[in-house]
């Protein structure tokens, strides 16, 4: 596939969402977009269920949550919709699991979780859902793996992940989920491990190269991308944001040596991320400025290089973000404020 130019890529001001939000969770399935909970401008978790369509640019309402939550994990399973854990408006986690039918238009609650967890990593495969990691109540991290089985309504117990965590990252690849990153406490760790569905057993992979709160990870081809972040302050150390991209290719099964050279242009946490045409994508977030990002940039795999990109309409910091229909999504976040901005980031059919 030929890699577009940056001068392809253009900025497109989308319907906004019906309310400001921070930390709603977005899901595709069947062409379109859904927007799931979140917390309003007083930290206050919505019970708000919104659906996008690209094709009329609209957001519509949906039956509202019946557990109002943030932060919470979603999957599609066919045509029903999963919401796993988050926060209740007690701003404690969660155990409650709901199911939305699509085609019904209706809610369902379904088994719980063995505990109350938020910052649970999700991922489905062949109509069952793996649900790792997680914090309880108790503010510990979990090391749990749970898979539930929809034709049962089910929760099993797997192997423990060998690192307790939550807040980590999760993809499916064939039949091996890879889990990376996360917290314990409020630390972020560089643990990284990847659990065989077929043989039901775990196994250890080499640390992200170094240890970044508010990073982002994207795939792209057979590679992994860690970009930017935070390094936490400790003792007598200063927190410093980061250009830092470590690159970890899934066939040699190692993080590769990167220059300086090919770190990102600009330092940044907090911020969008995504792949987009064979390049990777990063856009907004906070850096040393006193303000929230707009700039955006775009890193060619076969430059070894990032470009600068359009700037975005509205410059934001933790932002939901999804990639639908060669458009990388910038949905509510913060700027100042809660933003109700839904932007995306398109390639040129030309």
């Known amino acids: ?89 007690s701003q404690l986690p969660l155990k409650v699991v709901e199911m939305y039918n699509i085609d019904e238009g209706k809610w369902k609650k379904r088994s719980m979780l063995r505990e109350e967890a938020m910052g649970i990593s999700v991922t489905a495969k062949d109509y069952r859902v793996y649900a790792a990691g997680g914090m309880g109540l108790d503010l510990r991290p979990h090391n749990h793996l749970q898979h539930y089985d929809m034709l049962k309504d089910m929760w099993l117990s797997l192997a423990p992940m060998p690192t307790a965590r939550y807040a980590a990252t999760s993809f499916l690849r064939g039949s091996k989920i890879y889990v990376l990153g996360g917290r314990q406490s409020k630390y972020a760790i560089n643990a990284f491990e990847v659990f065989d569905i077929e043989t039901r057993s775990w196994t250890k992979f080499p640390n992200i190269p170094s240890k970044r709160a508010f990073s982002s990870f994207v795939t792209l081809d057979n590679r992994l991308y860690s970009l930017g972040g935070l390094r936490q302050g400790r003792l007598y150390r200063q927190p410093k944001f980061l250009r830092t991209m470590d690159v970890f290719d899934m066939e040699q099964g190692g993080w590769l040596k990167m220059e300086r050279s090919f770190f990102l242009k600009k330092r940044r946490a907090d911020f969008v991320a995504g792949s987009l045409s064979g390049r990777v994508i990063v856009a907004g977030g906070l850096g040393n400025q006193p303000t929230v990002l707009d700039t955006a940039e775009a890193f060619h795999p076969g430059k070894n290089k990032w470009e600068a990109l359009p700037a975005m309409l509205t410059p934001r910091c933790a932002c939901s973000s999804i990639v639908i229909k060669n458009c990388l999504l910038a949905v509510g976040g913060v700027n100042q404020g809660l933003s109700d901005a839904v932007e995306a980031l398109c390639v040129s059919d030309a």
């Open 1 to 89: 596939m030929e890699v577009p130019s940056v001068k392809d890529f253009q900025w497109k001001r989308l319907a906004p969402l019906p309310s400001r939000r921070v930390y709603c969770s977005l899901l595709e399935t069947g062409g379109q977009v859904y927007a799931i909970g979140g917390c309003d401008d007083n930290g206050v978790p919505l019970d708000c269920f919104e659906v996008y369509s690209p094709e009329a640019d609209q957001w519509t309402a949906l039956p509202p949550l019946p557990t109002a939550r943030a932060g919470v994990a979603v999957t599609a399973l066919g045509k029903r919709i999963m919401v796993i854990g988050g926060v209740g408006t």
